[in-house]
Each structure stands twice: as C-alpha cells, then as structure tokens.
C-alpha cells in the first residue's frame, strides 16, 4: 500500500519514517517537508539511509501521487484543518496526528487552542483514535482518524479501567505527568534549548495546558458522567518517555487484589499494554523506542485514595507507533504489524 506523510521531518514524522520501514505491508510514497524539500530523506536523516535510500522530501504543498491510500497528517497544530478535507477528496484515508479533529465540539478549539476550527463539518466523522479502547470503531469504513496526544495516551490507559468499573470518585481525578523534551517539537525554544532543559524539572501551562479537555472528553464516556479534573505537566530533562502519576478518591471498599484483577481483565487482549506485578512501578527507560504502555495501580489506604501509573514512549505509543496500530485496524490487517519490536535498554 501507498502512503504518503505530511510534515515528514519533525519528531514524530522522523519516527513515523522509521516505523513504516519495517511494516511489510507498506510503502512511503511521498514524504513532505517545509524546510527540506528537494532533499534526499537518507541525507537529511542518515540513519534512515539504509531504508529510503531515493526517496526525497517534497514540497508540503505538492499534491500526492495517485496511487497513495493513506496519508500520515504529522503538521502542527491548526494546518491539519485545512490538509485533511483535500486528501479524502483525493481519496485517501487520513490518520491526523495533530490535536486538530480529537476534540468532538468546536467550540473548545478557541479556548484551548487559540482558533476557531475552520472545517467543523469534519468533526463528526473523525473517529478518536485509542485501539484500546474505541477499536471497534476504527475499521475499514474509517476515512478520517484523530490519533491521540501523547499525554492523554497515558493519562486514558491509566484512568480509563478505574473509572468504568466505578472503582474512582470522577470528581476527584488528579493527573500530574511528566514529558520528555521531544514532546514540545523539533524546534527549540527557550524552554526546550539543552541549557535550560538539562539537570531540570519544571511544570508549565499550569491548569491551562491542550490536552486537558481531550483527556476529559473519554474519561467522561468511559464515567457516564461530566469528568472535571487537574492535570499538571511538566518538562523532564529526558529525550522521550510520558510518566504519569494519576490519582483520585476511592469511591467504594476494594481490596489491591481486585482492582489488580480488574485491570489485567481489561488489558488481557491489549497486546501493547501491561499490567506490571507487584512491586515494579512504570518506568520510561523501560518502554524507550516501544509501542508498550506499562501500568500499575495502588490502594493507598491510609488516603483512602487509588494511585494509577503509567509509562509510554511519547514518539511511539504517544504518536507514530499508535498511527500505525490504528493503519492496521484500518486496513483490516493483524494490529501488531510492524509493531512488535521491544523496547530499547538501555
């Protein structure tokens, strides 16, 4: 199959690139890029050298070859708007991996992104993304996919078993997580550049950051009810990896066995997701250059509250890796295909 990529050169375009090299079902047909068009990916990219040793980034703008079928969206923020309408014209499926079709209401674009959504009309169609829990929707009639965010990635996958077995009060969610510095995109900042990110932890966008309503949106599904929570991220001195530490008041008596057994119930059949055993906490050293998510649960009975972990790869499991899983549901194909490499330790 035919597949072209938009934004090819930023982080999660860079592993998008990787990924699909090994897929055997697949072939990278058009790649774009704004700053390196007209150049070979290899030379951009040496370590890609090997597995697109002709293949050149185009101009973001070039249409897509005929025969492409599923094209990639890695453009920042706002642009996948405006891109996506074009290609399923064209007639190609798309996998968006920016924020621009997660959110179901339009109005929360103005408020948590800073613009009005220019294509509305798309946002009923779009289907969000999470395999592990929405798969049954992401099949072959799918035309337009919203590929999670990475912190909601983790933050779901952590929350999501808790609250749909009433096991949390939904009032008293509380999220605090942690991002590896390729989180924020491949051009630096004063925040990101090395001499302020290295030896340091820093919260930012405090009670205010995007990705709050997207987690809250299926949280508050999963619930039943309107879920309203606190999430905290901040910025750790790391390339890759989301930590998230998730916790909330217990809304009934249960032992650490049974919620224990309650999320190995609901992952059994989630290839990418482990629930770790006793005694060994989510760690991002641990999933680096993976597609797994690592989870554990605690009772705390002294609070009388349930502390959810979790640990992905940020650029896999939390972008390039998940559009991937979601191609393969797509396409009707096995959902590890091309996924199952194991982590990278150290």
Known sequence: MKIAIYGGAGYTGRELLRILAGHPRVEVDHVTSATHAGSRVGTVFPELLGAYPSLAFAAREAPPPAAVEVAFLCLPHGESMAAAGPLLEHGARVIDLSADYRLKRASLYPEWYGREHTHPELLAEAVYGLPEWNGDAIGTQVRLLANPGCYPTAALLALLPALEAGLIDPATVVVNAASGVSGAGVRPSETTHFVHANESLKAYKVGRHQHTP??????????????????????????????????????????????????????????????????????TGRVRGSNQCHLQVVVDRRTNRLVMLAAIDNLVKGAAGQAVHNLNLMMGWEETTGLLAPPVVP
């Open 214 to 283: 997207e987690i809250e949106q299926l949280c508050s599904e999963v619930a039943g009810v309107d879920v309203t929570l606190s999430f905290t991220p901040h910025l750790a001195p790391m390339n890759r990896g989301i930590a998230v530490t998730a916790h909330a008041t217990l809304a009934q008596e249960v032992s650490q066995e049974a919620v224990w057994d309650r999320y190995f119930d609901r992952y059994v059949d989630a290839p990418f997701v482990s629930v770790l055993p006793e005694g060994l906490i989510p760690d």
